[in-house]
């Protein structure tokens, strides 16, 4: 695959050695370790627990985080290369990734005081723990400020009622990010956002989900009932907490780009190898035009939405305003990932309808890019609202 490269004014998409390394890294790591066990877990809809710790112990749950507070210290560039090695091979893996590091780590980065930040950080940087972020619940998807779950305060300690949906590893972490609303009576204004332990007694996971792809990934349902919350476990202040989940989905956005194109690139990766080795009329399926066209948009395409994630996760690393660049390329990678399965799976023919080729799977997971972390309409409402200022 040839590096990406852009040509804009004070920016270098080019990477570095190190970078380079670390893509080769991730990129074995993905291949020996994650490869083998990848149909064995989405058939069980199995958490691949010892995979999460073998990426633990290479630093990839901490990446972005300080060595100070345990983590590799790596930027937000350096993390899109991981991710997209990792989603090359098996997507769901990679959401696993994106869910402790983009949403709730990335939280805890951004609004987490001292305190917070040393007792809970550390331990999730080294995948001691595994962290979950809870947002959405069952009649508040995209409309987050149409939630139910409160947390009253009574002295110490805040009282947090009500449930959570689609939670990725809500059953395996130990450290949850929930939005809860302070104050019903001021809609968005009053959310705010408190770090939650799964011992707290009142938190118990629910229905766990049946999916259609991603299926190795953990998603339930978490319940709070009478939760009693320190008032020290507040992150920031009362009524910031719709506030601070729109800034860290601007950063997990710009992940599950990387997400995006990675599954993209081994939809691609797929399709050439088929194409080589099929024959049909005397001739391998990669010398008639007709695949040769669908490859190269495919690869256009892909190389095109590398390079929008890897200038929003520039930007990141920056700590420039992303909230327009990290629409755009989780907008335009999702929906490139998209048309990259369903071309893998056409190229492949019959054979793209079943689980012995990788693509089946592909144009399994690849649905819920469009829809997690903000669904390609609400992409679209963010990237309008940016160009009509």
């Not at 799977?361 to 309008?384: C, H, N, P, S, W």
Request: net charge neutral; proline share 3%; with cysteine.
């Amino acid at each position: 695959m040839a590096n990406a490269t852009a040509i804009e004014t004070g920016i270098d998409f080019r990477l570095t050695e190190e970078m380079k390394l670390l893509r080769q890294s991730a990129r074995d790591f993905a291949e020996t370790e994650i490869k083998p066990g990848v149909m064995k877990h989405d058939e069980a809809q199995e958490f691949p627990m010892d995979v999460v710790r073998k990426m633990a112990e290479l630093g990839f749950l901490g990446a972005t985080v300080p060595a100070e507070l345990g983590g590799a210290g790596l930027s937000a560039l350096e993390f899109v290369v991981i991710m997209e090695e990792i989603a090359r091979v098996d997507p769901s893996v990679g959401l696993t990734l994106a869910a402790h590091s983009g949403l709730c780590l990335q939280h805890l980065l951004l609004f987490a005081n001292p305190g917070q930040a040393k007792k809970y950080i550390p331990e999730l940087a080294s995948g001691k723990k595994i962290g979950s972020w809870c947002l959405t619940e069952p009649f508040s998807g995209s409309d987050s400020g149409g939630m139910k779950t409160t947390a009253v305060r009574q002295g110490d300690v805040y009282v947090v009622n009500g449930s959570k949906s689609f939670i990725t590893n809500g059953s395996y972490a130990s450290t949850f990010v929930v939005m809860a609303k302070t104050d019903p009576d001021k809609g968005k204004k009053g959310i705010s956002a408190f770090i939650l332990e799964k011992n707290f007694p009142g938190v118990s996971v629910g229905k766990k989900e049946n999916k259609l792809g991603m299926r190795a990934s953990d998603t339930v349902q978490i319940n709070f009932e009478n939760v009693r919350v320190p008032k020290d476990n507040l992150l920031g202040s009362e009524g910031e907490g719709f506030k601070q989940a729109l800034a860290v989905l601007d950063g997990g956005r710009v992940g599950i780009a990387a997400l995006s194109v990675g599954l993209a690139q081994g939809a691609l990766d797929a399709a050439v190898k088929y194409s080589k080795e099929r024959q049909q009329f005397g001739k391998t399926l990669s010398e008639f035009q007709a695949i040769q066209f669908s490859l190269a948009d495919m690869a256009t395409e892909i190389e095109a939405a590398r390079l929008l994630t890897y200038k929003a996760a520039a930007a990141k690393a920056k700590g420039d305003d992303i909230n327009l660049v990290a629409a755009q390329a989780k907008y335009f990678a999702s929906e490139v990932a998209q048309r990259a399965a369903t071309a893998a799976v056409q190229i492949h023919g019959g054979y793209g309808f079943i689980k012995d080729y990788p693509v089946e799977k592909f144009y399994r997971d690849v649905k819920l890019l469009t829809i997690g972390e903000g669904t390609t309409e609400v992409q679209k409402m963010v990237i309008a609202k940016n160009v009509l200022q």
